[in-house]
């Protein structure tokens, strides 16, 4: 039996994505996000939901750029200190003691520790409520060496990426291989 | 060390969406996305991106309508299956045995048997490229009472929701709690 629980913004799993700017003095900033997920294959786009509260909004606009940087799980302490404080007052990297890189492809800085980059070239801006949503197309996926496969792609296992449960707020790691797409219910 | 492996649609984790839809005739169909997520708190509203040839995007366009179900891990070879064959050709409910429900507040059929719900009113449409992004507005969630906790939310421990991994087309599940947002990384 089904009950209703009204508008809320559930769905499992939902991301958390480190998203890297730089603002106006060409400083770094990085806030963590979980209102996103890829939303086109060609050309490859990613999507990301900002308020325009935060710092980073105002980067995105002027710069037209950002990173998605995806923390494996020794990192999530650190994305979840960027979702919590602003970089209009406070040096996250510097605090952090995590090292920006700047963009080989776009005008946003990624993080150099972090096992999985893109970096995205805005190309539609979404004025939806609250959040505004950045289209960003991916220019670049960089990988850590360290937590790619043999196939040349990162792999899931390696790189131990979290996912955020919204309305209870709880982080949870990545569980067992449940099997292959485009296989497992395929007719017979 | 960072390789660059160019312009890829990767990002952990993305979900396993089941999209429902009324075709002309009233069908219920039913269809499998991972190119989408929550992209706005207020209005709530959750973007799903669809290829113009699926049989899906014609009846959104019509209904202007969808729901988001959430198949558990016991359910994924019934969701991989909806995303193998179109609609156009099959009758993905009877050939699942699922059963299709008409919404209580939206145009467009969930699946009583899957245990969380979205029932969304199209509010934006944006064409991208290959994928076209329907945002809807979530007018009501519904989640099967044996997966709610005691704060009556859904307990996503119990939904068991599974996740998708691009390029290599896996599905993980979800693996241990990691920690609490905007807790975890709260300075001292």
Redesign the interface.
Known sequence: ???????????????V?VIGTYDSARRANVMTA??????????????V?L?KATYSYGNIVERQAFT?N?PS?AY??????????SGRNEDKFA?SGLTPVKG?FVDAPYI?EFP???ECKV??T?E????T?F?G?????????SV??E??????EM?K???????????????????????????V
């Open positions: 039996m089904k009950k209703s629980i009204g508008k809320k913004t559930i769905l499992y799993p939902t991301p994505l979980s209102w996103g997920g890829i939303c086109c294959s060609n050309p490859p786009c990613v999507a939901s308020r998605v995806i799980e999530l302490g650190k994305a979840d200190y960027f979702g919590i404080v605090v080989d150099k999985l980059v893109l190309i539609h979404i939806i409520g609250l959040h949503q289209i197309e991916i220019i670049d996926v960089k990988v850590e060496e790619m496969s196939s040349g792609l990162p792999d899931i790189v990426p979290a996912l955020f449960v919204p309305e209870s707020r709880d982080y949870y790691g990545i569980g067992k291989h449940l099997g292959k797409a485009f296989s497992l219910g395929k007719p």
